[in-house]
């Protein structure tokens, strides 16, 4: 069982920039590809982006085309963690960013194949 703690939310405004971390409990966290997802008032949770280890120190990263460009995802193996640098922030950013492990093999940004969440922190942009 993962478990996956959020956290570094909080209010910004528009153009700001806000670093989310997640921490792992299991010790096989680097066998998981991590992905973060977010959820605004009234809508469904959504991808948001994706890391994979392949070894090494080679990773893969995927996005949404909504953050592509100024979200960054990485992760931290030896520390258990993964990391969201969310840069030129925008009103529409603002939702709850939930941390998740990847346990089937679904596409990467289909929200099934998570099976481990954490409980979410919650990030604000002001216009």
């Known amino acids: 069982q993962v478990q996956l703690v959020e956290s570094g939310g909080g209010l910004v405004q528009a153009g700001g920039s806000l670093r989310l971390s997640c921490a792992a409990s299991?010790?096989?966290?680097?066998?998981?590809?991590m992905g973060w997802f977010r959820q605004a008032p009234g809508k469904e949770r959504e991808f948001v982006a994706t890391i994979t280890w392949s070894g090494g120190n080679t990773y893969y990263t995927y996005y949404a085309d909504s953050v592509k460009g100024r979200f960054t995802i990485s992760r931290d193996n030896a520390k258990n963690m993964v990391f969201l640098q969310m840069n030129s922030l925008k009103p529409e950013d603002t939702a709850v960013y939930y941390c998740?492990?990847?346990?089937?093999?679904?596409?990467?940004?289909?929200?099934?194949?998570?099976?481990?969440w954490g409980r979410g922190t919650q990030v604000t942009v002001s216009s």
């Open positions: 998740a492990a990847r346990t089937l093999s679904l596409p990467m940004a289909d929200i099934r194949g998570y099976n481990y």
């Open positions: 299991e010790r096989t966290f680097s066998s998981y590809p």
